[in-house]
Every structure is written in C-alpha cells, then in structure tokens.
C-alpha cells in the first residue's frame, strides 16, 4: 500500500476536526472520501500533505513516517497536492502554470508538458494564454496538470469538480481514470459523492472525523444506508 494512514487526530488550534480516521490509497488506484460538510474529508486531505500537524496518528508513505516532513519535502517524496481554490497563477500563461509545476525536478519537463497536452488536449490550444481567463472546467486542468509535473505517485484532489458543469465533471473524471491507469494513485475528496464513487476503487465515508463506511465504490453506492444518509436516497 503506498499511503497508510492510521488513527489520524488533528485539526486547527484546539479543535479536533479529525478524530481516529483511517485512509488508504494505493498505486493505480482511484481513492474517494466523501460525507457530510464539516466532516473532516478536507482537513484529512491536509494533514496527509502536511499543511495541519496531527495530534496523533501516523502517516505512512512508501513505507516511510513521514509526520514530520514539511509539503515541500513531501512533494520531494512524490506527493502532489491540488486544492480546491486558489490554484492556479492566474497571471502567468498555461504553459508558464505547468513550467512551475518542475521546480523540484533537475531534468527536461517539456517532455511532461507535453504529455500532459496530450491528456487535456484543450490547454495546448490556450498554451500563451492567461489561465485567469480560462473556465473553471479549464482552470482545474491547468491546476491537475501543474500537479502531474512533479510525477508524483499520490495525486490528491481536493473537490476537483466544484463550480464546473456535469459535462466537464464527467470529461475530468474520464481523465482521473487515465491518470490512475499510469499507475499514479489517486486520492480524492469529491462533493458529488454518487458520480465520485462510481469510479472509485475504493470509497471512505466521512462523518465528524471518523471512518463511517469504507469499501468499494460499487459497494457504498449499493449500501442502503450511505445511499439514504449521504446520496439523496
């Protein structure tokens, strides 16, 4: 398993927004945690990236404790991390967004760069322009695909899908399962949890912190009660 991450407890200051959850994502994976707002799935997301410090727990990747790496070094150890606003450079080009994305890396990124024209075929045609210009749709590709440059082996999206239409969240989602099948492992916090789970591998469900359900995507969309409590039925 690439990330094991046991009895997470943290939050900001004294507050304890996590409280003994438990997530796991693994290569070639598509990994989705979902529940009600204010259930922690965010907090969670940070806390495997090092932005929050866990009052206990551990955070295990490649089979290292990494706790008390900062992001930038878990970015170093192939961690790459997308939040939800905020995360593009809205003044520099498409091209210029993705050349940042290589900035701990010490060889030739245009390689990347181009594959990752290839995979989201419309930022080749906008390469020049500003990515404040662009969609929202657009935007979170730009902000994925920075992401993708690093080569990381855990992608963590944090509601890749907020603010854009069902068209686009389809098209991303196709492009997250192309992301997994190269072998990356995915780790995704997602609003729309029935259309999330439906290309999971596996799901969490998140509620004040803790694991509430965790199981296969097919299975939590089959589960009475997650579908009742947490799908509208």
Do not use: H
Request: net charge neutral.
């Amino acid at each position: 398993m690439l990330l094991q991450c046991s009895n997470m407890v943290g939050g900001y200051g004294a507050a304890k927004i996590l409280d003994g959850c438990m997530i796991n994502s693994d290569r070639g994976k598509v990994t989705v945690i979902v529940g009600p707002n204010g259930a922690g799935k965010s907090t969670a997301m940070k806390a495997i990236f090092g932005m929050i410090n866990l009052q206990s727990g551990d955070v295990i990747f490649n089979g290292e404790n990494i706790n008390a790496l900062s992001p930038q070094l878990r970015v170093a150890k192939g961690m790459a991390f997308v939040p939800q606003t905020n995360n593009v450079f809205p003044t520099m080009s498409v091209q210029e967004n993705l050349e940042m994305g290589g900035f701990l890396r010490q060889d030739n990124i245009q390689q990347t760069i181009d594959e990752i024209y290839q995979l989201f075929p419309i930022l080749r045609e906008k390469s020049k322009q500003k990515a404040g210009e662009l969609s929202g749709g657009q935007r979170q590709q730009v902000a994925v695909g920075r992401a993708l440059v690093t080569k990381p082996s855990l992608l963590m999206l944090d509601e890749p899908t907020a603010g854009i239409s069902p068209i686009v969240m389809d098209e991303l989602f196709d492009r997250i399962i192309e992301i997994a099948k190269s072998g990356v492992a995915i780790l995704m916090v997602e609003q729309n949890a029935r259309q999330a789970l439906q290309i999971a591998d596996w799901g969490y469900v998140l509620v004040q912190g803790q694991n509430k359900f965790s199981d296969t995507g097919e299975n939590l969309l089959a589960n009475q009660e997650v579908r009742q409590s947490f799908l509208g039925g």
